[in-house]
């Protein structure tokens, strides 16, 4: 059994803003969580969370970027559980941005929850990922609220 999520969020903005909050660490660290991302190929990465023992997580993500076509799309593994040896979850998150007359749709894909050992954590994540576009929406929601105060200004 395997399960992926996937999720959609669209976005007034263009690609290219939004491409920012995916791969600038200190933007990202506003909407994910803390990390040391650099786009680039090969690089190995963190991100940091609250560890959640019981349900075997350290609170640390594991990953490294497989892909990047710029304003398009990014992906990178996503490893997790109690040690960066022995991860549980052994998954990759993809990114695409498609533009539209009217802004961006962002596309996540989080796959690899593989047996039932992942069924939890599937169910976790799928809920979280969702919360997390929320957080992303609201990021880019102030920007234009800042950006539209400032031309009236």
């Known amino acids: 059994m395997q399960k992926d999520i996937k999720h959609q969020f669209t976005f007034s903005q263009s690609p290219e803003t939004v491409w920012g909050y995916l791969t600038n ?3 990202l660290a506003q909407w994910l969580m803390p990390n040391d991302f650099k ?8 991100f940091g969370a609250k560890p959640k023992l019981k349900f075997g997580f ?8 497989l892909e990047i076509v710029p304003y398009k799309k990014l ?19 993809i990114w695409t941005l498609t533009p539209t007359d ?38 880019l929601l102030i920007i234009r609220l ?7 200004y």
């Open 39 to 46: 786009p680039i190929v090969g690089h190995k990465f963190q």
């Open 75 to 93: 992906a990178y593994s996503w490893k997790g559980g109690l040690s960066k040896e022995n991860p549980s979850l052994n998954s990759t998150v």
């Open 102 to 139: 009217s802004g961006t749709i962002l596309t996540l894909e989080h796959k690899g929850f593989k047996g039932i050992k992942n069924y939890l954590a599937y169910i976790i994540m799928n809920k979280g990922w969702a919360k997390i576009g929320k957080r992303l929406f609201k990021q």
């Open 146 to 152: 800042c950006t539209c105060y400032i031309r009236n």
């Open 25 to 27: 660490s200190e933007l």
């Open 58 to 65: 350290d609170g640390r993500i594991y990953c490294e970027v």
